[in-house]
Nanobody, 125 residues
Framework: QVQLVESGGGSVQAGGSLRLSCAAS????????MGWIRQAPGKEREGVAA????????TYADSVKGRFTISRDHAKNTLYLQMNSLKPEDSAMYYC??????????????????WGQGTQVTVSS
């Protein structure tokens, strides 16, 4: 059974930075997309960023390109999301998630198989 445990959320002022971490345990038998999904009250769920566990290719939502960076430490089996230049509209619950890779990680957030419990990010103006 795969478990994903997030950490690193918190409150920050606009323009600030946060780094989220996701510790993964268990074994995923095939190539997966691991990434971050966020959801704010009254808004649709958004796939923020993902990285393939095999080749390391990444995909980002347009809303975070140039500001967020996803990375993975294979030795620690940990996923990271470095968030810079944060905006109030980035405020949401952020979930670490994993989905089977199908050709690429495009649309990965529509086929999530494993979820973390979430960590809150609040950005004040």
């Amino acid at each position: 059974q795969v478990q994903l445990v997030e950490s690193g959320g918190g409150s920050v002022q606009a323009g600030g930075s946060l780094r989220l971490s996701c510790a993964a345990s268990g074994y995923m038998y095939s190539n997966y997309c691991m990434g971050w999904i966020r959801q704010a009250p009254g808004k649709e769920r958004e796939g923020v960023a993902a990285i393939s566990t095999g080749g390391g290719s990444t995909t980002y939502a347009d809303s975070v390109k140039g500001r967020f960076t996803i990375s993975r430490d294979h030795a620690k089996n940990t996923l990271y999301l470095q968030m810079n230049s944060l905006k109030p509209e980035d405020s949401a619950m952020y979930y670490c998630a994993a989905a089977p890779l199908i050709i690429s990680c495009a649309g990965w957030y529509t086929r999530i198989k494993y979820w973390g419990q979430g960590t809150q990010v609040t950005v004040s103006s």
